[in-house]
Structure formats: C-alpha cells, structure tokens
C-alpha cells in the first residue's frame, strides 16, 4: 500500500535561517506531489504542484521554493525564513492517472522565532 | 478562482446526535472532495463525490453538481469525528493532470460525551 512521510514533525526556526522540508511516497510511482500550507483560521492553501521529476509549478509567490529530485521525493526550501512563514506544512500526493483522491502526509508544524 | 464556502464555520454536537454539513462552490466542477483532519492536524480523504451519492457507515455524502453544494452527513456521531470537515474542488481540468484543489476554509465539528 502507499504510504507518505513528511519530517521533521516538528521545526522552530529564527527568522532569517533556512527551511529544507522533505516529503517522500512509498509504493506508487509518478505520482503528482502537492505542497500546502495551513495558517491559524484552517484553510489549506496550495503553494506549488509537480508531475513529474523536475516539473515544479507555483501557486503562490513567496520566498519559498521547491525541488523535486526523484520521483517520489518533495522538497520544499527558503533561504531566508520570514514570521509569516510559520504555520503547518503539508505534502500530499494524487496517482496521476485519472481524476484522483489526495492522499496527505502527516505534516510538519513550522514556527519562525 | 472558485469560491468555495462551508458551513457552519463551527458545529457542536451531543455524541449520538445527526448533523449535515455543507459546501456550495462557485463553478462547475470536476473533482470534489470531502476530507476529515483529526485533532493531531491529519488529514483523511472522506469521498470523492464530484455528483451523485455516496456511503460509507456513518458518513454519506450528496453533491448536486447543476446546483453546486455537496452534502456531509455524519449520522450517531461520536467523539472520533471531532476536527475539522473540509470540502475541496477543482475547477474544470486544470490541465497536465495535475489536479489542483481549492479548498473551503472548513467546518470545525466538536462532539460532546
């Protein structure tokens, strides 16, 4: 069965520093990976999507950004975190195919000191 | 983009009691998707109803595509489905299969022993 990890659980960051989160799937095989952020007030908003290795598209601008280097690997960077950055990041990832459910990790709550 | 608006933004319910929860979304839709996200911040895909009816125990779901709301049902409820209810469209085909949801800001459900 698949499954999807996301670490670390937990991250507290200053301001300033770099972020490096990881996202990896287990048992599928190009799947669409989907990064997002949930700030305080619960709503889920899409910060970027790939298709395929190397294929990133944003959503939103922000000084985050994303790779991914293998198949069923996601990451998402910052060279330089801001407050506003803090919040619970999410990885989640669709089969591919056809019109798909998403499956989400377990996220990674961020705070920015 | 599509508005996608949930309600009630909070609900709170004696355990065994019945609630309906609701999503009314802006456009025409393909994909549309009911998710549960417990306490700890997982997120759980409840159905993949983009029309038509679906159950599953003590949930079901109704999405009226030409009118644009789905229906949650959680029958006998108990204090397991407590967290937060979320609706999640995607607008038409967003092309390469990428399948990108918007999200409803979601219905925080609290279930009372």
């Known amino acids: 069965s698949q499954t999807i990890h996301q670490w670390p659980a937990t991250l507290v960051q200053p301001v300033g520093s770099p972020l490096s989160l990881e996202c990896t799937v287990e048992?599928?095989?190009?799947?669409?990976l989907y990064w997002y952020r949930q700030a305080a007030g619960r709503g889920l908003q899409l910060l970027f999507y790939?298709?395929?290795?190397?294929?990133i598209s944003s959503e939103v601008p922000q000084n985050l950004s994303a790779s991914r280097p293998q198949d069923r690997q996601f990451i998402l960077s910052s060279k330089k975190l801001l407050l506003s950055d803090s919040g619970f990041y999410l990885c989640?990832?669709?089969?591919?195919?056809?019109?798909?459910?998403?499956?989400f990790g377990p996220g990674t709550r961020l705070t920015v000191l | 983009g599509i508005q996608v608006e949930q309600s009630p933004p909070d609900l709170i319910l004696q355990e065994g009691a019945n609630s309906t929860l609701r999503c009314n979304f802006s456009?025409?839709?393909?994909?549309l998707q009911w998710f549960h996200q417990n306490p700890w911040g997982q997120l759980i895909n409840l159905f993949y109803?983009?029309?038509g009816t679906k159950q599953n125990g003590r949930l079901s779901a109704t999405t009226v595509a030409t009118e644009r709301y789905s229906l949650l049902y959680i029958s006998s409820s108990q204090t397991t489905d407590s967290g937060v209810y979320f609706c999640?469209?995607?607008?038409?085909?967003?092309?390469?299969?990428?399948?990108?949801?918007?999200f409803g800001k979601g219905t925080k459900l609290s279930v009372i022993p």
């Open positions: 989640a990832w669709t089969g591919g195919g056809a019109v798909d459910t998403q499956y």
């Open positions: 048992g599928t095989s190009n799947p669409n």
């Open positions: 790939s298709v395929g290795i190397g294929q």
């Open positions: 456009d025409s839709v393909n994909n």
């Open positions: 109803i983009p029309s």
């Open positions: 999640a469209v995607e607008q038409g085909y967003s092309g390469a299969g990428s399948y990108q949801l918007t």
